[in-house]
Nanobody, 125 residues
Framework: VQLVESGGGSVQSGGSLRLSCAGS????????MAWFRQGSGEGREAVAA??????????ADNLKERVIVSISKDQARATLDLQMIDLEPSDTGTYYC??????????????????WGQGTQVTVS
């Protein structure tokens, strides 16, 4: 399984961003995919998760007003997009995509996922 994130960069406060995670190599029709982020010196924080089986979406309570996730799939790959609006300097960090085959169980727990992307840096100033 391979996850490749894209779309990070520098954004001004109040702006928006769109990140994409292209996942390939899945042997399963149903997977749980999620976005996490990690600020400097901080732990990994869940942003949002999506179950491709029933397309249920869970956003972190402290972000749900500013986050939209969507999924597109074909037989070869699944792409999870993350849109965030009204960005603040506290949104600065490395954003990671994660996945695990099957339905989402502990979808907001980073320890539950077994595949990760390399991360993409987002800086808000």
């Amino acid at each position: 399984v391979q996850l490749v994130e894209s779309g990070g960069g520098s954004v001004q406060s109040g702006g928006s961003l769109r990140l994409s995670c292209a996942g390939s190599g899945h042997q399963y029709q149903r997977v749980c995919m999620a976005w996490f982020r990690q600020g400097s010196g901080e732990g990994r924080e869940a942003v949002a998760a999506l179950d491709t089986g029933d397309v249920t979406i869970t956003n972190a309570d402290n972000l749900k007003e500013r986050v939209i996730v969507s999924i597109s799939k074909d037989q070869a790959r699944a792409t999870l997009d993350l849109q965030m609006i009204d960005l603040e300097p506290s949104d600065t960090g490395t954003y990671y995509c994660a996945t695990r085959p099957g339905r989402c169980v502990e979808r907001m727990n980073h320890l539950w996922y077994n595949y990760w992307g390399q991360g993409t840096q987002v800086t808000v100033s």
